[in-house]
């Protein structure tokens, strides 16, 4: 039922060689507040996904968003650059961390990106700063979740979500990257369709009451 047209990243088996693939992912992880991690659950909850495409010799895009900052303000604790050195570590694969120079812009964070991509040939993983520091992410407003959209599809057409916890948000690196991409192009992460198989499960079980 829940399940119905997603489907599994699985599929992309010898299909995405040196092919950019967008992976959203929820990194929100808890912290004190001296920004010290308290649990790593959600970033090892992708690391089925992340692992997967780095063995089909994807060249991942990782987004995520972590806690609520304004547009545009880089200070304090909001930025994710934190995580690289723990997502290099856990994932077994150097994972390079990308901004993009305090622009909100995410035209200039895709720009960097494809960047950083072109120069550090020999790297496979790429963590984009939080995705709510930038214009669109969390917009009322369609046109600028449109184009916070279309920056990425420019550099990649397939998408895979890996982001349970975050499924319910109408948000654009969750609702609108996805709307843009022919439909064969995007998946649903190893945990995030074990997560709605389980509900899916749930559900049918309490109908059958």
Request: hydrophobic share 40%; aromatic share 8%; with cysteine.
């Given at each position: 039922m829940i399940l119905q047209g997603i489907k599994p990243v699985s599929h992309l088996k010898n299909r995405v060689r040196n092919r950019i693939v967008t992976v959203r992912v929820d990194f929100n992880v808890p912290r004190t507040l001296e920004n010290k991690i308290v649990d790593l659950y959600r970033i090892k909850s992708a690391l089925e996904t992340i692992q997967f495409l780095v063995?089909?010799?994807?060249?991942?895009?990782?987004?995520?968003?972590?806690?609520?900052?304004?547009?545009?303000?880089?200070?304090?604790?909001?930025?994710?650059?934190?995580?690289?050195?723990?997502?290099?570590?856990?994932?077994?694969?150097?994972?390079?961390?990308?901004?993009?120079?305090?622009?909100?812009?995410?035209?200039?964070?895709?720009?960097?990106?494809?960047?950083?991509?072109?120069?550090?040939?020999?790297?496979?993983?790429?963590?984009?700063?939080?995705?709510?520091?930038?214009?669109?992410?969390?917009?009322?407003?369609?046109?600028?979740?449109?184009?916070?959209?279309?920056?990425?599809?420019?550099?990649?057409?397939?998408?895979?979500?890996?982001?349970?916890?975050?499924?319910?948000?109408?948000h654009a690196s969750i609702v609108t990257i996805p709307k843009l991409l022919d439909t064969n192009n995007v998946y649903g992460g190893i945990n995030l369709l074990k997560e709605l198989r389980a509900l899916d499960q749930n559900i049918t079980q309490n109908l059958s009451h």
């Amino acid at each position: 039922m829940i399940l119905q047209g997603i489907k599994p990243v699985s599929h992309l088996k010898n299909r995405v060689r040196n092919r950019i693939v967008t992976v959203r992912v929820d990194f929100n992880v808890p912290r004190t507040l001296e920004n010290k991690i308290v649990d790593l659950y959600r970033i090892k909850s992708a690391l089925e996904t992340i692992q997967f495409l780095v063995t089909e010799c994807a060249l991942e895009i990782l987004l995520s968003h972590l806690g609520q900052p304004i547009v545009g303000d880089f200070s304090g604790n909001n930025s994710l650059s934190f995580l690289e050195s723990i997502c290099s570590d856990l994932f077994k694969i150097k994972t390079t961390f990308v901004r993009s120079n305090a622009s909100h812009n995410v035209h200039d964070l895709v720009k960097v990106t494809s960047e950083c991509i072109a120069f550090e040939s020999t790297n496979r993983l790429f963590l984009l700063e939080n995705t709510r520091l930038y214009l669109g992410e969390c917009s009322k407003s369609e046109d600028e979740k449109r184009d916070f959209a279309f920056a990425f599809q420019r550099i990649s057409d397939t998408y895979v979500n890996e982001a349970f916890s975050c499924i319910h948000r109408n948000h654009a690196s969750i609702v609108t990257i996805p709307k843009l991409l022919d439909t064969n192009n995007v998946y649903g992460g190893i945990n995030l369709l074990k997560e709605l198989r389980a509900l899916d499960q749930n559900i049918t079980q309490n109908l059958s009451h």
